[in-house]
Each structure stands twice: as C-alpha cells, then as structure tokens.
C-alpha cells in the first residue's frame, strides 16, 4: 500500500507495506540485490557460493548432518496432517493402478 505526501514541495511515493525494496510492491528503486532480476541474483549468488568453496568457507554436510538434516524436515513435513493425508491418498491410488 503506497502513500503520497508532500516534502520540501516534492511529491514522493512512500512504501508502507512494510517491505522496503520489494520490486514486487511498486518500488521503483533501482539499487541493491533486491531490485535486480532474478536471473542477475542467482549469477551473483553463484559466485559466492564458488568463492567460498575455493576459499575452503562454504561447510559441506557429511553423512550424519545429512541424515540429521533430512531427520527434522521430515518432522516438521509430518506435523502437516493434511498434506501427509494427500501423500498418503496419492500412494495409495497409485498402488491401486497398479494392480490388475
């Protein structure tokens, strides 16, 4: 939601969504990572994520954190009764197709 005023005899359009820099709620600012298009936010990302594993800073999972990783996603997923019913409704039309 954006609002007009009047300052110093200017007119400025004020951004009162409560996201500043959201190209996505008519922020015509052309400054910072959050204006740029998503394909120039993902090049950029890349680098860093290059530079820090060349650099030896980027942390890399091994095996358990993996696994203690996958652990709590899927904790979290399975609090979601509804979406686990629809999984489980969907494996089960599946196996029904399945058979003759």
Do not use: L, P, Y
């Amino acid at each position: 939601m954006a609002t007009q005023e009047k300052h110093q005899g200017k007119k400025e359009e004020r951004n009162t969504s409560g996201r500043q820099g959201s190209r996505h709620h008519g922020d015509t600012s052309n400054r910072g990572f959050a204006s740029m298009d998503d394909q120039q936010q993902r090049e950029i990302a890349s680098k860093g994520g290059k530079a820090a594993h060349e650099s030896g800073h980027a942390h890399e999972f091994n095996s358990n954190e993996a696994r203690e990783a996958g652990r709590k996603g899927g904790k979290a997923v399975s609090k979601d009764r509804e979406h686990m019913a629809e999984i489980g409704r969907k494996g089960g039309e599946a196996r029904q197709g399945n058979r003759s």
